[in-house]
């Protein structure tokens, strides 16, 4: 079964470093998302990607994030200037189409630790 | 602001025994929810979507059931596995930012032998 796949699965940067984050969706879908999931707590949308355009995002998504799809297949978050409060696992999904009953699938995530 | 309420926490039960995990929400107007299964570790697996129109959905061992008018949805497992033991999400979505999903912040699942 097509999976999403993220590199790299642990991050170590230094605060005020950029980060970028990389996404292999699953290869006919068409709606990309980036999801973020502080330790312990619940996981909170950031963006979400249509048609190389942001469709929607979060209050989080400000203008230290950015998301693009350089050659097609992946799609990335970058992240200027970390701060410590970056610090979370970072979930890229993936889905066909952005009706109600059309599943997104998730990859396993990057942990993203800022020292 | 719209809201997912999970409960219990967290549940532990004996290996074969069934569970019933709740959800209630506030996101208006309603476009759609989904259960997610969350192994430590991974990502997040969908079990079920349920629109409007859909009361009841099963995937194998796993029933969603959502009343939309009390705004409340269950996620019932039957017959419970070792492997069920994860974090159980409810996702909602609204019609007017579809992709702009609210996440409760789980039911943690412990399936003992």
């Known amino acids: 079964e097509p999976e999403v796949t993220q590199t790299p699965s642990h991050q170590v940067t230094q605060m005020g470093q950029e980060v970028i984050l990389r996404c292999v969706p699953i290869s006919n879908h068409l709606y990309f998302y980036w999801y973020r999931q502080i330790l312990g707590q619940k996981v909170e949308f950031l963006v979400s990607f249509y048609n190389n355009e942001i469709s929607e995002k979060s209050e989080i998504f400000d203008d230290q994030f950015s998301v693009e799809r350089p050659d097609g297949s992946n799609f990335t978050l970058k992240i200027r200037s970390t701060k410590l409060e970056d610090s979370a696992m970072y979930f890229c999904a993936s889905s066909e189409g952005d009706r109600g009953n059309q599943p997104q699938h998730f990859g396993d995530g990057t942990r993203l630790s800022i020292l | 602001k719209n809201q997912v309420e999970q409960s219990p926490q967290s549940l532990i039960i004996l290996e074969g025994k069934n569970c019933t995990l709740q959800c209630n929400y506030t996101v208006s107007p309603f476009s759609n929810l989904r259960w997610y299964k969350q192994d430590t570790g991974r990502g997040p697996v969908s079990l079920t979507i349920m629109t409007f129109s859909e009361n009841t959905k099963s995937n194998g061992r796993y029933t969603a059931t959502l009343d939309a008018d009390t705004k409340q949805s269950s996620l019932h497992i039957t017959a419970s596995q070792l492997s069920d033991s994860a974090s159980y999400i409810c996702?909602?979505?609204?019609?007017?930012?579809?992709?702009?999903?609210?996440f409760g912040d789980g039911t943690t699942l412990t399936v003992k032998p």
């Open positions: 996702v909602v979505s609204a019609l007017t930012n579809a992709g702009k999903s609210t």
